[in-house]
């Protein structure tokens, strides 16, 4: 093996076969991240909706070139515009990345909805936020999704092993 493969998997995360364990989450730590989440969310929609521009521009291009065929791409914009694509995608990941290390998930981009791993009457479970919302108001079973969400009550994932509410 070549000494610049070697040192590339050297770079990579060790597989230990172990799964990670989800942070749980009380509804408190869930909401202090909320600012956080909506700033990196709205980047990250931004993002995407612009890195779809320009991949419709490509494809554009690519329809125009085919279909009048013969004719000289625009290389240089073409190559500007590929950078752009590039930086912006590379934003895009990052900003999921950071999502991603506070434990939460996403759970639908387009709509901004993002789950925390918690736990409500001794059961585990995802609190649900959507972005626009001011607080976490609602939770839904692992199984279910964001058609299963319910409110949330007082004593509800106040901490990783609330209680369960008489």
């Known amino acids: 093996m070549a000494d610049d493969e070697r040192d590339e998997r050297d770079d990579e995360p060790e597989d230990d076969g172990e799964e990670r364990e989800e942070k749980l ?6 909401e202090r991240l909320l600012p956080l989440l909506e700033t990196l969310l709205t980047t990250v929609r931004e993002k995407k909706k612009h890195t779809e521009g320009i991949d419709q521009e490509f494809s554009q291009v690519q329809n125009r070139i085919l279909l009048y065929g013969g004719i000289v791409p625009p290389y240089g914009y ?3 515009k590929k950078l752009e694509r590039d930086t912006c995608a590379a934003a895009l990941r990052e900003a999921l990345a950071e999502i991603e290390r506070t434990g939460c998930v ?8 993002v789950d925390f791993r918690s736990i409500v009457n001794d059961e585990h479970v995802y609190l649900c936020w959507k972005l626009g919302e001011e607080r976490i108001r609602y939770w839904h079973r692992l199984d279910e999704g964001f058609a299963g969400r319910k409110p949330l009550g007082s004593a509800d994932a106040s901490s ?3 209680p369960k509410p008489n």
């Open 25 to 30: 989450f009380n509804r408190q730590e869930a």
């Open 78 to 80: 073409l190559a500007d």
């Open 106 to 113: 996403v759970k639908d981009l387009d709509l901004g909805l």
């Open 160 to 162: 990783p092993d609330a």
